[in-house]
Structures are given as structure tokens and as C-alpha cells.
């Protein structure tokens, strides 16, 4: 298996963007994307992206061509492939242009995420994610996303005594870090009492518990190590990456207050990289809830069961904490378009690694984590990055 | 005579007003926080029998009765609005009968959201101009719909006014009007749809901001005016923010939209509106001072006018009708049980 480096990034703002069609978005991150890793688009080989729904936020399949076509890739007839794994689409993505890379199939691969949520209104785009719960056992009887980690976070201060403050915390650091991300949709400090006061959501959950719906779009250009000193001198490479999957609906799992996904996916990646979590300088976790980033620092092994909402509190996962997680602004506050989430991510812990992430850089990076989730923990991709 | 402009005007508002704590309370809302953030404490209610049509024979005749002009000599009437009582079968036709301007008459409705009664003064302005028509009533007038528990709910007002258009003992001339209109759907009520949908955020920037910004820098080109030249200014009230918020951006003071800012205390009349607020200035303004106005509607449109108080005000009889600011101190307080009644929200069979 060939090693294999990341070597451009390419973000667009994420928020409401009214003014940017779907293929407008992926294409600005795409051009980005090769335009930082100085190649022409005649050496890609191959094109995988990550979307959740453009069928039915945009009206729109086949968004592989779509997306190869607009970037003008469709004159060279390359591969075009489109992942879906609901809100770990771009995680995904990720790892199957990985996988291609590594197995020595394609050289230079482009990988992009995109979603373009705000064309429908709230209430459809909650149904429309609701589509990544269990249909026949779980969205059908009328539970959505919010509903479904709200159970889980009942869950957690029942069994640990989590806190609503600490719920809180979560939301509040994630903003404060958003302030430093020119590309976030949020630029607002929030307070613990803010969130505390937010209108309610699903109880314990809150507005400010919640990710927004966001437009956006995420690309990486990936190439085997080797190859990669011809682009660049700063060089990040993939050092581990593991998938996992656990049952659909949160009643077929043992204990909902843990994401088997995420415990499996992540000591997979650890064993690859042969590193422990306590040797990760900065993560990108997937905060699509306050409680989903409680749930990921514990499951990936950065605390114990049980301890995170005790962590956030302590300031562990702050940018000048133990383990920075979520530098960018996170789901939460930098935005979750949802199939931009896991390639956007990725493309933060290479910013950290070349020490390019600006005013929110954290110093001295060298080993980086991005955690993807889909569903409510069905699916779950994790990437562990290294500065060469 | 000189140049086209107010020969009258008269407002109506509705009695009843619902306190926004009340409705809050209702969703399991706070109050407080919903207050501050739309800038609004209160709007009137249309009662069981008051719709758009009572609304507008009302503002019509309290404009008669300053006017001193026989109805017969109104040339056009037409009523903006974006709740007609009838779907087919005009509102302005019951507002020309009850106030004896039939049947030499020409009448249509307008709908533009909430600028429909905007247009209905240029039309009257442009049939003035032309000669067709001696005196044009232009009247904007709502009974706005809100969805129970829908953010909507706490602005949705109703009110309405009406301006005598002519060349004939003006009270304030119109130099001139600026139309901004794009094909921008921020927030729409399908045919046969009992209440309104809406784009959330989409209404604010692209929407309301652009068009209200454009049509009024554009008119203020044409016009080679600036804001510093204007006595007073009104903007479309959807919420006491967006208003304030609009002023500030177009470099306008706070005293210069006080006087005609009333959502705060009455909520969105949607096509009544910015037109209420022209009402209330023109109660108290005197000869000479310049008016800015400018509407908005979705779907999205601005209309802006230039206008400047004439000396005909000093004698025109402002005291044979009540006055925006006694309109909206007149009022009778309900809680929400009864609010849900006169809205036709309670379901029966």
C-alpha cells in the first residue's frame, strides 16, 4: 500500500449563501483546491465527491458528471464517482479516493464535499436529514435529528451527570473559535446563558445546542507521498483512516451514550498510524450537537466515558487546552453543510498542520484528527493527519 | 394648479391590540427576548367584522371629510392589499359605493405584498397627469395573515390608509417616485393558502434591504437630494428593526423616522404599513418640510417618493379626523383566547 499526502486544500465560505448555486460552490472549492496544490487539471485522475441530498434540497443527481463537468473535467472522461453516507458523506468520500490512491489505482485525486441547504425552507430541510435516521423505525414516527441526540443527552446526564451548562460549554467554545475562522457562518460570541436561553429544540437541547443549515463546499487534492515533494515542501500525510458502522436506529444499539462507529473507526485509524489519542495536537470533531462532541472526545479516547462534559468545563478541548477539538469554529459555529462537513474538516487539520490556520492556528501541530459522523452514529470516518 | 400631489389622506387602525408577551406565552415563548429582537410590543387586531374592505371605506372616509371635495369628482379608486375579502370580486368596488363615488368610477385591486398601496398612488399619480381623471384614490389596507405560532405571528397587524392623488388644493407635492422591482421570492401566499410562507433570513438582505436601499438611493439621484435634505423619512415597517436598521445604512437619522416609525406599537399593517407612517407625518408637518417614503413589498419591490408640504396645509382641516397617533392610542387590550377567535383561528364543524 503507497503512502499518501494531502496536497491542496480548498474551502468556500460556509452559511447562507444565497447567491451560489450547488455547482458554483463545489466548483469554487475544487479551483481552490488545485490552484493550492499548483497542479494543472489535466494530471487528476480522478474525482470522487461527498453530498448528502442534492436530489432533494437542489432537485439534483448525478452529481459526480455534474461536478466533473462544471470543473471541466468531463472533456478527459475521467472516473466522476458521488459518495453518500448521509452527513459523513464527505469523510467518505475521503477515504474511498484514499483507498484508490493507496491501492495504486489513481495518482492525482481530487475529492470534494458539497451541500446547498438554504434553497428550502427549515422545516423541509429537517425532514430531509431526518432521511438519514431509520426511516421505517425511527423518522416515520415523526423523530428527527434534534429529537434523536436530545435522547442521547438525556442519556448522558442521567448516566454521568452531565450538565446543561456543560451542553453549553460546548457551543460557546466553538463560537469563540469561529471569531478567528474568516470562513464560518457564524462570527457571534455566545455566553452559557445565551444557549441556556435559546428557544428549545428538543429538550435538553437548544437552538444554540444545534448546527445551523448551511451552504458549502470543501475539496482536497490527494497524490501519493512520493509524488507529493514535486508540488510541495509542506507536505501532510494520511497516516490512518478507519470506517465503522453500528445499527441504524439509535434502539438497535447496547448504549446509546457511545458511538461504536466512532470507537471502532478510530482505533482502526489509531493502529495505522500507530499512535494513542493522547499523541493528537488538534481535532476536528463532528459537533453536530452539543452532546455529539461530548460523545466523540470520549469515544476516540481523549477522556474517559462519561468525563466530557467534565473536560469541556475544564478547558481540555479549548484552543490552549490539552487537545484543541473543533479550532475552526466546528460544525456548530463554522457551519454543517453537510456533505462539505468531512472534507472541510480534513482541510482544517492540513491549514493546522502547514501552520496556516491564521489567528487560530495552534502551535506546534503535527499530528491532526478529523471525526465524521452520519446519521445519528451509523456512520463514522476517521482520519489522522501528519505534518512530514 | 401645479404639480400632482396629497390632496387628502385619512388612516384607520383597528381597536383591538394583543400584547407580544401574550402571544409568547401562548408558544411558550419569552416575551421579553421576542420584544427586543423585533422591536415590536404590541399590534392591532382586525375584530370579527373588520376586514380590508371596513378598513379601507374607513381611511376613505376620514380622507372625504378633510378633502372637502364632492366623491363624485374621484376618477379611479384602487385598493393595495394582500388580504381582499374576495378573491374575484373587487374590494375597491364596496369602498366607491360606500363613500358615493360610483358609478362613474374606474376601479381595480392591487396586490404587491406590502406595497401594493404605493402603486396604487402612482397609478392615480400617472392618471392625473394624463388628464384622465380629476382625483384618484389610492388605498393600502390589510388584515395580514399570520400562522398560529409562525414568527409572523407577533407583527401580522391590520390598518390601512388612504390618499386623495390630484392637482387640486395639494397639501404635499410628489416630485417624484423611483420603482426598484426584481423577481425575488422572499415570502408569498399560494392561491387558496389560508396563511402566508416565508424565507426566514432571505427576507432581510436580499430582500427588503436591497430593493429599499436601491429605490431610495435611485430617487435620490434623480432628485439630486440627500438624506440631510429630508425633514422626515418613512421606510416599510415590517418589525421596528428592519426600518431603523435601513435608515442607518442610507445615512438617516433617528429623528427623521421617529414620527412615522409605528410598528412598534401596532405591528406590520403590511400594505398600510409605510402608508400609515406617511399619515402620521403628515399630522403634524408643516409647510415646506420634505418627506421620503419609501415601501416595500415581497416578491420584491420598492417604491419611493420624493415629497414636499405645501402651504395648503396650514388651512386644510387636519382636526375632522382622528389623527394616526389617537388611532393608535385608542385601544381595547384582548388576550389570546379572543385574539384567536376575531382571527378565525378556532376550528369547528
Redesign the interface.
Known sequence: MREVAIIGVGLTKFGELWDKSFRQLITEAGTKAILDAGIKGSEIDALYVGSMSPGRFVGQEHVGALVADSSGLSVMHIPATRIESACASGGMALRHAYIAVAAGIHDIVIVGGVEKMTDVVGSEATNILAMAADQEWEAFFGVTFPALYAMIARRHMYEYGTTREQLAMVAVKNHENALLNPNAQFHRKITVEDVINSPPVATPLNLLDCSPISDGAAALVLCPLEKAKEYTDKIVKIIGSGQATDSLALHGREDICTFMSTVKASREAYKQAGIQPKDVDVAEVHDCFTIAEILAIEDLGFVKKGEGGKAVEEGLTARDGEIPVNPSGGLKAKGHPVGATGVAQVAEIVLQLRGEAGKRQIPDARIGLAHNIGGSGASCTVHILEAV | MGKVGIVSYGAFIPIHRIKVDDIAKTW???GE?IKKGLGVYEKSVPSLDEDTATISVEAARYALARARINPKEIGAIYVGSESHPYAVKPTGTIVGEAIGATPSLMVADYEFACKAGTAAIQSCMALIETGMIKYGLAIGADTAQAAPGDALEYTAAAGGAAFIIGKDGVIAEINGTYSFTTDTPDFWRREGRKYP?H????TGS?AYFRHIINATKCLMEKMGTKPEDYDYAVFHQPNGKFPRAVAKMLGFKEEQIKQGLLCPFIGNTYSGSSLLGLAAVLDVAKPGERILLTSYGSGAGSDSFDITVTDAIESFPREKAPTVSQLINRKNYIDYAIYAKYRDILYWE
Open positions: 411558550g415563548r419569552d427576548t410562507a424565507g426566514g433570513r432571505f436580499p
